[in-house]
Each structure stands twice: as structure tokens, then as C-alpha cells.
T-cell receptor, first 115, second 113 residues
Framework: AQTVTQSQPEMSVQEAETVTLSCTYDTSENNYYLFWYKQPPSRQMILVIRQEAYKQQNATENRFSVNFQKAAKSFSLKISDSQLGDTAMYFCAFTPSNSGYALNFGKGTSLLVTP | DSGVTQTPKHLITATGQRVTLRCSPRSGDLSVYWYQQSLDQGLQFLIQYYNGEERAKGNILERFSAQQFPDLHSELNLSSLELGDSALYFC????????????FGEGSRLTVL
């Protein structure tokens, strides 16, 4: 079974600061995809960033970047220059590559950005 | 807007009742996934359909069932409802399997009283 663990139930960061959310996963697969999804109070699930396991280069999307450590099975999300609109639940997720199978989600980290 | 439509957005019903949640996937997407999100369980995968056929099952209760119709919309049927079934139910869809990305609807909030 593949498990995704987010060890930080809640985090807080001040506006304009940088915060890192942690995620670890367990799998015997060699090729897979990892994701961070954001769920703001509107409850819509929004893709933040995606990483393919075979790519060594860490994915970046504007202020969002990941630190992907395949050997350690770690996939952390760094948010730079935090904005009030970044306040949301953040979910880490995993799926084997090209499988079309459902994403396996962690329990989420609630991030609060304060002025 | 993800392109995935779910109805109803909110639903309040009583224990023992039956409800149907509806999902229209993004245009052209063949796969539909149903998830349940409750406070203590996070996002739990329930079931997946691909082009009308059941493809994968997760933690779906026997009281729950789903189907995908020829026009690719899907329905999740919840019966003999219990208080613990109160949750946010998400539908997601995907096109090809190359990216693994799922596109989520806004969810249906079910409250069982």
C-alpha cells in the first residue's frame, strides 16, 4: 500500500515570509507522480505543483517550489513571499505513473498567512 | 473553473434516507473519481469509473454505489444514511493518464441529521 504522510497539521507564516510544508510517502513504485493541491476556504481543490519522479530537477511554479528527495521519499513544498491568499489546506498526493489510478492524499496541512 | 460540475452543492437529509450526487466531468474526460472528505479522515478515495466501467474501488461502503452513464456523467448513490456520512463529496475527472492530474469539482456538502 502507498501511504502519504503530512506531519504538520497546522502552520502559520507572516505575509512575505517563506514557509515549507513537509510530505513523506511510502511506495515500491519506481515511476510515479507527486502533487501538491491547495484547498482554500472556497473548498475547491486546486493543483499547485506536480513532480515526476524520474525527473531530478525540482518543479517550480512562480512562488511555489518543491524539494524532491527520491531516496528519502520526501516531497516538501516551499512557498516564497507568502500572501494572504495562500491561506488554505495543502494536500500532498501520490499516484503511480501512467496508471490513471486515483491520487492517494495525505491528511493535509492547514496554512494560515497572517498580516 | 475546473470544468467539472457537481450537483447539488449542499444537501441536508435525515438518517436512513437515500441521496444521489451528480457529477459531469470535463469535456472529453473518460475517467471519473469520487472522494469523501470528512474532518477526521481527510480525502478518501471511494471509486473510479472509466468510460462507463468500474475501474478501481477504494474505501467505499456497501451502502454506497456509483455508476457512469454513456454520456460520461456519474452519480454516487448513498443509502441508509448515518450521521457519520456527513462529509464533503468530491468528484474529479482526468483525461489521458500521462500527467496523473485530477480536476476537481466544487464538491457536494452532505449533512445528515
Amino acid at each position: 500500500a502507498q501511504t502519504v504522510t503530512q506531519s504538520q497539521p497546522e502552520m502559520s507564516v507572516q505575509e512575505a515570509e517563506t514557509v515549507t510544508l513537509s510530505c513523506t510517502y511510502d511506495t515500491s513504485e519506481n515511476n510515479y507522480y507527486l502533487f501538491w493541491y491547495k484547498q482554500p476556504p472556497s473548498r475547491q481543490m486546486i493543483l499547485v505543483i506536480r513532480q515526476e519522479a524520474y525527473k531530478q530537477q525540482n518543479a517550480t511554479e512562480n512562488r511555489f517550489s518543491v524539494n524532491f528527495q527520491k531516496a528519502a521519499k520526501s516531497f516538501s513544498l516551499k512557498i516564497s513571499d507568502s500572501q494572504l491568499g495562500d491561506t488554505a489546506m495543502y494536500f500532498c498526493a501520490f499516484t503511480p505513473s501512467n496508471s490513471g489510478y486515483a491520487l492517494n492524499f495525505g491528511k493535509g496541512t492547514s496554512l494560515l498567512v497572517t498580516p | 473553473d475546473s470544468g467539472v460540475t457537481q450537483t447539488p452543492k449542499h444537501l441536508i437529509t435525515a438518517t436512513g434516507q437515500r441521496v444521489t450526487l451528480r457529477c459531469s466531468p470535463r469535456s472529453g474526460d473518460l475517467s471519473v473519481y469520487w472522494y469523501q472528505q470528512s474532518l477526521d479522515q481527510g480525502l478518501q478515495f471511494l471509486i473510479q469509473y472509466y468510460n462507463g466501467e468500474e475501474r478501481a474501488k477504494g474505501n467505499i461502503l456497501e451502502r454506497f454505489s456509483a455508476q457512469q452513464f454513456p454520456d460520461l456523467h456519474s452519480e454516487l448513490n448513498l443509502s441508509s444514511l448515518e450521521l457519520g456520512d456527513s462529509a464533503l463529496y468530491f468528484c474529479a475527472s482526468s483525461g489521458d493518464f500521462d500527467t496523473g492530474e485530477l480536476f476537481f469539482g466544487e464538491g457536494s456538502r452532505l449533512t445528515v441529521l
